[in-house]
């Protein structure tokens, strides 16, 4: 399924001695979105390749932080081990994108693998920025003021 690529196969601006390899599908990102596009493409054909490109060794279901909040579910119920989430068909490697190259069909890891791809499918979440409301970071977890959006503020709601 994976085939490492040499690096004469691609353009110049891949260093020699780096390893690259090629996958059908890739997806950057094993939260709800990753894992459900894998799952969905993976029931329409079994032998599709399929890589997920995901740092965390944990899967928050992030959702059910709402009944976190509500005294319904505790905050371990939400938390699950990555690799029992990832579809048996597809290959989980745990790392980051650090860099897309989309003219060459290529990106780039933290540990420093070059992969390249027929298709890309790019669901790595969003980034809170708490501190556009100056003092909202360290005002939250106290005084009543709380929000289910960050990992254990839930539990403060
Ligand atoms: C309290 C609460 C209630 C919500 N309720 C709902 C709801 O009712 N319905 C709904 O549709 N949505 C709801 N949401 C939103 C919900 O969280 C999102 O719909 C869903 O989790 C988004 O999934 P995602 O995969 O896009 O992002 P995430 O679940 O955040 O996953 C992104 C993943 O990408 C990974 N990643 C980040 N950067 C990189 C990188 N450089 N390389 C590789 N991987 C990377 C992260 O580690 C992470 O695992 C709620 C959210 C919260 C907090």
């Not at 493409?41 to 079994?46: E, I, M």
């Not at 579809?87 to 989309?102: E, G, N």
Request: hydrophobic fraction near 35%; include cysteine; glycine fraction near 8%.
């Amino acid at each position: 399924m994976v085939s490492p690529l040499s690096a004469s196969a691609t353009s110049e601006s891949v260093d020699p001695s780096e390893q690259l390899f090629h996958h059908q599908i890739v997806i950057v990102g094993g939260g709800s979105a990753g894992i459900t596009v894998a799952a969905q493409l993976l029931k329409r054909s079994r032998s599709l390749d399929i890589l997920i490109i995901e740092p965390s060794e944990q899967h928050y279901y992030q959702p059910a932080w709402t009944l976190v909040a509500g005294g319904c579910m505790s905050l371990e119920e939400t938390v699950q081990p990555q690799k029992d989430q990832i579809p048996k068909a597809a290959i989980w490697r745990q790392d980051a994108v650090t860099q897309f190259d989309p003219d060459h069909n290529r990106l780039r890891t933290q540990a420093g693998t070059v992969l390249s791809y027929d298709y890309l499918v790019v669901c790595p979440g969003i980034q809170i920025d708490w501190d556009q409301i100056p003092g909202l970071k360290e005002a939250l977890g106290s005084n009543g003021v709380c929000s289910n959006y960050a990992i254990g503020g839930a539990t403060y709601t």
